[in-house]
Every structure is written in structure tokens, then in C-alpha cells.
């Protein structure tokens, strides 16, 4: 492919070298809202994909410049139930580039808002729980402002399993039929992460 026609979409992507595994994907911005999925689908810097799109216009619909997408756990694939076995270095590495980034907003950014979208999948792999808790664990909670999604056909943000909506399952125009909710991350934890 000629360089000329490259078309950079995100400008914050990191992956493993083999691709198998992405980290971070985004915008620059002044003003960034963090969405907190599973694991990565096909989106990289020059591909977006059905999620990504939703999150980026979600994210200008309300009112933010930028959005930064990280995942519990980093290996792509297109659903949770079929990741491989634990990868140990992929975990490390996700882990370390989402703290990263994290302090870096923390410090550069007024507020620090994230939605966390990753829904039922966090029960298809017995190790998903665990990613997502230590990352919890070592970032500082009450430097960010959680939310969740409320779709206008359900009551409540919460799957009744009690886990954040993922957008996957929204049809037709996403930002006339989702907001953004308090999601309680503390209680979260307390029940679902024990």
C-alpha cells in the first residue's frame, strides 16, 4: 500500500507485535472519555469496527473531543468465550499500558470519566474476573467518574446478571437511544468481584 493513502483513523493504538493483542485504542484530546470493554474485536489505528464507530459517536454526541478504549483483557477476538488460555505477558502488558495512560489523563485532564461496557462476557472465561480486578485494584477509583449505559428499552443499566451493558446488542441510531449513568463501581466490586 502507498504511504500517501494511509489513513490513520485513531491516533493512540498499541498491540502486540504479532497483533494478536491490543492494548489501547483512541483519540488525542482535552477532553477524553475512557469506555472500559472485554477484549478487543478487529478495530485498529486504520480500522474501525461496529463498536468503535458507536463509541466515537457517542462519545462527540456527548460533548467530548477524544475517547480511549481499553479491555479487561487485551487478546482479540470476536466473542470472550472463545479467547485462548490465559496469556500472562498480554495481561502484563494491558495492564501496565492502561495504568499508564490512566496516570497520564489523571494529570493532564480536569475530569476523568469512563463508561464500563463489558457486560455478560466477563463470565465466559474463569479469568476475566481476575483481570478486571486487579486493574481496579491498582488504579486510584476516586480519580474517575463511572458510568454505565442506560438503553431506552431496558430499566435498568445493569444485564441481570448485574454487569454494565455492552453496546454490542443497540440497533438503529445509538446516540437517540443510550445515556450515560452512575455506575457504582465500589458496590460493583463488593458484589461481583469478591
Known sequence: MNQKNVRILFNIYEN???NNARYLLGTQGYSTLIWFGINPNIATNMISGNTTNKINSFTK??????F???NIYP????HAYNLNDFNVKYNETNQNA????????????NRNDIVAIWGDSIDDRDFLRNCLRDILFQINLDNLNWFSLLYSKYENPLTA???PRHPA???GKFNNVVQLVPFYIN????????
Open 68 to 70: 480511549l478504549l481499553i
Open 169 to 171: 446488542g443497540i440497533r
Open 75 to 78: 487478546e482479540r477476538n470476536s
Open 187 to 194: 458496590q460493583y466490586i463488593n458484589s461481583n468481584l469478591k
Open 61 to 66: 454526541y456527548c460533548g467530548y473531543d477524544s
Open 16 to 18: 502486540s507485535p504479532d
Open 161 to 163: 446478571s448485574g454487569h
Open 98 to 109: 492502561i495504568l499508564q495512560k490512566l496516570n497520564i489523563l489523571s494529570k493532564n485532564q
